[in-house]
């Protein structure tokens, strides 16, 4: 699957993705990575990148990510079985890039790692995991 496949299969419907404005960047055989504004819409009162939304973003590339990875996702899917995250650094503006790779892709559950940094400074914003259940698909 190419990135823009990828972004072709997750535009087809609107989502959270799209109202954090989430936009699907570089896709490896290592990492699938994205980008997220730090803006109106992801931040809290503070005017900090809201935590939720690091883990909005983390969720999403996870899931993604974990997708590609299926042998054939017309009888298999994705979904999240458990996430954690650790906020590291507050962000006021810019955008941060999140970086899914994943620990271990098995038949039945995948774990993915998501790295959230600063785009302009590099500075590492969240540090996400992500387990996800591999089911059947039911016709």
Not at 21 to 32: K, Q, R
Not at 33 to 52: C, F, I, K, S, Y
Request: hydrophobic share 40%.
């Amino acid at each position: 699957m190419t990135l823009d496949q990828l972004k072709h299969w997750v535009n087809t419907r609107p989502t959270l993705a799209d109202a954090l404005g989430i936009e699907l960047t570089a896709l490896t055989p290592d990492y699938l990575e994205g980008r997220m504004p730090v803006d109106g819409r992801t931040h809290q009162p503070m005017g900090l990148l809201h935590g939720g939304a690091s883990v909005a973003l983390a969720e999403t590339l996870g899931s993604i990510a974990a997708h590609t990875r299926l042998p054939d996702p017309t009888k298999q899917a994705c979904v999240g079985l458990e996430i954690n995250a650790n906020h590291i650094k507050g962000v006021r503006d810019g955008h941060v890039i999140g970086r899914a790779t994943a620990l271990h892709v098995g038949r039945r559950t995948q774990v993915w790692e998501i790295r959230i940094t600063h785009e302009q400074t590099g500075a590492l914003v969240c540090i996400s995991r992500i387990t996800m259940a591999v089911i059947d698909v039911e016709k």
